[in-house]
């Protein structure tokens, strides 16, 4: 599956870095994380440390749009 092989490349990044450019939050980790967060809730990304670290950033951050659902 294609997600299963893009996620897991994102994870190796993710485990290194906070965020994915210059390790700060910019409009490309709020664009990732529709994604990101999108397997999360369909439990793709349980066995991915990195990314699931990822996700929890992003729910904490205020105004998250999808940390309401």
């Not at 092989?5 to 190796?12: G, T």
């Not at 990732?32 to 951050?61: F, M, P, S």
């Amino acid at each position: 599956m294609m997600f299963e092989r893009s996620a897991a490349a994102l994870n190796d990044v993710l485990l290194r870095k906070d965020f994915l450019v210059e390790d700060r939050f910019t409009v490309t980790d709020i664009i990732a994380g529709w994604t990101v967060n999108w397997g999360r809730r369909q439990g793709l990304i349980d066995h991915l440390g990195g990314l699931k670290a990822y996700a929890e950033r992003l729910l904490e951050r205020p105004l998250c749009p999808f940390a309401r659902e």
